[in-house]
């Protein structure tokens, strides 16, 4: 059996990552399982460990991070998030493709670690149509929506650190780009 590739996506905040993962995930050929992340954070109502996240104490996940026993890590409101390797490795010696849709930080972490990853970076059609986008959510006062933006900005300029670059104009021709990556890919191994 081949080996499965690991998959990296990011993009700024409002890009419409996980809107065009739920697309191409539907794809049955491109054989892809979507990476199962580890958390402190208390599961949410409706959330089942093992399924939504792999729930663990900070104290476990700490010794995961000595251990380098994550692709990736990082902190973010008081709460530890990372990829367990040997769950990714699991997914790829069973033949499938694992999608890793993180942030650019845990992005490079990964590219340094496993130089052979697959990287597509999702970009907006524009910075005023990011700023539609995320206007559009009605989630955050101003402040908080212009940081979000701020932040784009600057995740914008890790772009040519990723092996594929997409832009999201259309949710489906979006999904139809990284599905024909994806393909490219697995006929290359």
């Known amino acids: 059996m081949k080996k499965g590739l690991l998959i990296v996506v990011s993009g700024p905040s409002g890009v419409g990552k996980s809107t065009v993962r739920e697309v191409y995930m539907k794809d049955e050929s491109l054989k892809l399982s979507y990476s199962i992340s580890m958390t402190t954070r208390k599961p949410r109502e409706g959330e089942t460990d093992g399924v939504d996240y792999f729930f ?11 251990n380098g ?33 993180i942030e ?26 990011l700023e539609a986008r995320i206007r559009g959510r009605n989630s955050e006062n101003e402040e908080v929506l212009q940081g ?3 932040k784009a ?4 300029s890790y772009v040519d650190r990723y092996k594929y670059h997409v832009v999201n104009h259309d949710i ?11 393909k490219a890919e697995m006929e290359k191994e």
């Open 153 to 156: 900005r600057k995740e914008l």
């Open 172 to 182: 489906q021709q979006a999904a139809d780009e990284i599905g024909a990556i994806i």
């Open 69 to 101: 026993e994550l692709l990736e890590h990082a902190e973010f409101v008081g709460n530890f998030y990372g990829t367990p390797a040997s769950y990714v490795e699991e997914l790829r010696n069973n033949g499938r493709n694992v999608i890793l849709e």
């Open 104 to 129: 650019i930080n845990g992005a490079l972490q990964v590219m340094e670690k496993c130089p052979d990853c697959l990287s597509i970076f999702i970009l907006p059609p524009s910075m005023e149509e």
């Open 56 to 66: 663990v104490t900070k104290r476990r996940f700490r010794t995961a991070v000595k």
């Open 148 to 150: 979000r933006l701020e």
